[in-house]
């Protein structure tokens, strides 16, 4: 299991802690909720073979609520991360597809696919992300990520 997935798991854990905890009280009980992560924190989870810069910063789309969100910010600063407060905000291409990264009971993560994230980064921050597209390309890029190119107008000659 590796460093994400572990960490979702600890989340899991104090859920059904607090839980336990809300019943015995009568107190409301959290729901199950969905972490899609994206961006750079997604190409770390597939394990790429590309050169990656180190990040802080962990996007995600989320449906937790909030205490939940803030023993995950817990758990990110424990590991020297942060969750972006604008992660919510990543563009992402309608088809992308989310990998299980980890299933509990109370919380689910996923991943999103490294073509869509890589279309997401050329498209949405070509400057920023000119060597990690280009070294993509360069490595033989998916037919997949091509037609996402073609689809969403992502101009890949600017990566040559």
Known sequence: MNK???LFRALDQWVA???VRA?????RA???CRVRVLGQS????AGVDLALTATQDLDAY???EWEVQREFERLLAENGKILD????????PRETRYDPLYQGTFVEALVA???AVLISKALKAADKNRALVTEYLSKGASERFFELARKYHVDLEQFV
């Open 4 to 6: 994400l997935a572990r």
């Open 17 to 19: 802690r607090e839980n």
């Open 23 to 27: 019943r015995a009280e009568g107190t």
């Open 30 to 32: 959290y729901r199950r």
């Open 42 to 45: 997604a190409l770390w989870a």
């Open 62 to 64: 989320a449906d937790y």
């Open 85 to 92: 407060p604008h992660g919510h905000e990543v563009w992402m």
């Open 113 to 115: 696919d490294v073509d």
